[in-house]
């Protein structure tokens, strides 16, 4: 058993443990292998057993039928004997180890058969990108072989069946790979990156002063907040979220009590880890992880994140003092270059899950209505918007202003019209933002005002609207903005208002409408269709040109000589 769980850890890119657990014995090895390797064994040696029956019958069929028909013959000669034997000993090591193979392609993984694993990624639009074929989980009855019904009780409490990036990503989590997800926010990534991080390293005791096994940094404090919430509902694990704009005494606090998961902005997570919490100089407050989530990674990318998280991987370490190589994961609604060189760097031998296309692309589930007006004349266009959408009064809309003080004004609007509307922007405390959220969520207060701090990542069930006020800045916040609604299969629409200011994107939404299949205005067609090309990201919009690049400088010398040759 040894050198089949050795050799299908090397084969899953887990060398370090292959080296390490082959040092031990094999009753050890057997006690400690996971339930899905022990399954690849009971799976190899089975396909060896019949292997060497088929063999054996085979030979022994043939020598009957020889016996008969020579029975006054002498036997061969012992020489003649040897050389059968051998041939017959070849014969049974190449069919073991075909069968060898075959049961070790399958992994221990198989939700249901090869075909039906491609019919249900062609399905749901999905690529997988692995040296190994991990077939997806499609059923919960299959996740509970390898997930703790414990969990999966109460995290997926009403859910018929896994959502895609959940089918896919757990198997490759549970085999201990790294790996990548791409896919559009409200996906059910939260639950595909928890459940078998906590099902791994969740503490069966828990002590005083624990520090966290599981790291998860989140580029806002909403959506650290929304994983949060996500991981306090789950058994087995204690957990704390920490990001800026509240007091530090009481995060530190709950860390020194012991935790198993910490949920963080990158900025308050170095904040503490540059300070000593534990009351020793040489203790790492990341030291002990051995899962780490980067989630939304290509929007902390966006909001000048890079050096943070290269100092947070630093202080990770990639093997953990209390044993163990770390696991990582990164989550992602794009797949730019930017993050694929991240990528290369964090994790190893990653395999790569992508719902949908590697490029954002705009839900098709929303309705996407673009009408172009003057910029005086929007807020006065509001109330009839208002009016049409919100008859009940209780359905939930989601009003996005461009900035801070815009946002204040249309919530003071609203409210002066009669409507419950709260807000949510950078000129709000943390005690506001995180009561407004709590309060729209719950339909409290069914009208929500915010800037594009609300426009990612966030978790807002049954929005039916979203009413884009003002354009944002750049056509990927257009579409995390839309994708408020129809969210979890259901249906939404997003209405829009789009001036003269905002000309500069119009090439781009003309092209996001037209590959949802939406209808595009006549009037905005008349400010052209020209796309600008993104600026480099070290360059900005001077360089390097595309002109320019493969050509090679040429050196000219000149004399120093006054006289003509």
Not at 167 to 193: M, N
Not at 344 to 369: K, M
Not at 477 to 491: C, E, N, Q, V
Request: glycine share 6%; aromatic share 6%.
């Amino acid at each position: 058993m040894q050198s089949i769980v050795h050799t299908f850890l090397v084969k899953s890119g887990m060398s370090k443990t292959a080296k390490k657990m082959q040092k031990e014995s094999k009753e050890t090895l057997t006690a400690v292998a996971s339930p899905t390797l022990v399954e690849i064994y009971q799976k190899t040696s089975a396909a060896k057993k019949r292997a060497r029956a088929d063999s054996g019958s085979s030979s022994s069929s043939s020598s009957s039928s020889s016996s008969d028909s020579d029975s006054d013959n002498e036997s061969p000669p012992p020489a003649k004997k040897a050389k059968a034997a051998k041939a017959d000993k070849k014969k049974d090591t190449a069919s073991s180890s075909s069968s060898s193979s075959s049961a070790k392609r399958d992994h221990g993984f198989s939700a249901s058969s090869d075909a039906h694993a491609n019919t249900y990624r062609k399905k749901h639009s999905m690529k997988l990108d692995s040296d190994i074929d991990f077939s997806p989980y499609q059923t919960f009855d299959v996740v509970r072989q390898h997930l703790p019904g414990s969990i999966l009780d109460v995290a997926c409490k009403g859910f018929a069946a896994p959502t895609p990036i959940q089918a896919q990503a757990w198997p490759i989590l549970i085999a201990e790979r790294d790996v990548i997800g791409i896919a559009e926010t409200g996906s059910g990534k939260t639950l595909a990156f928890l459940l078998p991080a906590i099902a791994r390293f969740g503490r069966t005791k828990q002590n005083r002063g624990d520090a966290p096994t599981m790291l998860v940094v989140a580029p806002t404090r909403e959506l650290a907040m929304q994983t949060a919430e996500v991981a306090d509902q789950l058994p087995m694990i204690r957990s704390i979220c920490v990001y800026g704009g509240v007091p530090k005494y009481k995060q530190k606090k709950v860390i020194r009590e012991g935790i198993d998961l910490l949920v963080a902005t990158p900025g308050r997570l170095l904040d503490l880890c540059s300070e000593e919490i534990y009351g020793s100089h040489n203790k790492n407050l990341l030291g002990d992880v051995n899962f780490l989530c980067l989630d939304e990674a290509d929007r902390m990318l966006d909001q000048g994140f890079e050096k943070d998280m290269r100092r947070i991987v630093d202080l990770v370490g990639k093997s953990p003092p209390n044993g163990g190589i770390r696991q990582t994961a990164l989550f992602s609604a794009t797949w730019p270059d930017s993050i694929r060189k991240l990528a290369n760097e964090f994790l190893a031998n990653p395999v790569r899950v992508t719902i949908g296309s590697d490029e954002l692309t705009a839900n098709v589930r929303v309705t996407q209505i673009v009408e172009v007006v003057e910029g005086h004349e929007k807020q006065k266009l509001l109330l009839p918007l208002m009016a049409k959408y919100h008859k009940s009064r209780k359905n939930r809309i989601l009003v996005f202003a461009l900035y801070k003080k815009e946002a204040s004004r249309l919530e003071a609007f609203l409210q002066q019209k009669g409507y419950n509307c709260c807000a949510i922007h950078g000129d709000k405390s943390q005690d506001q933002r995180t009561k407004a959220l709590a309060e729209f969520k719950s339909g409290q207060c069914p009208v929500l005002v915010a800037t594009d701090v609300a426009a990612r990542g966030l978790d807002i069930p049954n929005v039916e609207y979203v009413i884009n006020v003002s354009f944002p800045l750049t056509i990927e916040d257009y579409i995390h903005r839309i994708g408020r609604t129809g969210r979890a299969g259901k249906y939404g629409v997003a209405h829009t208002f789009f001036t003269t200011f905002d000309k500069a994107r119009s090439g781009e939404l003309q092209n996001v409408l037209r590959e949802a299949k939406m209808p595009v205005p006549e009037a905005l067609m008349k400010f052209g269709s020209t796309v600008k090309v993104k600026p480099h990201s070290t360059y900005g919009d001077f360089g390097p040109k595309k002109d320019l690049i493969g050509l090679v400088s040429k050196k000219t010398s000149f004399s120093d000589s006054d006289d003509d040759e």
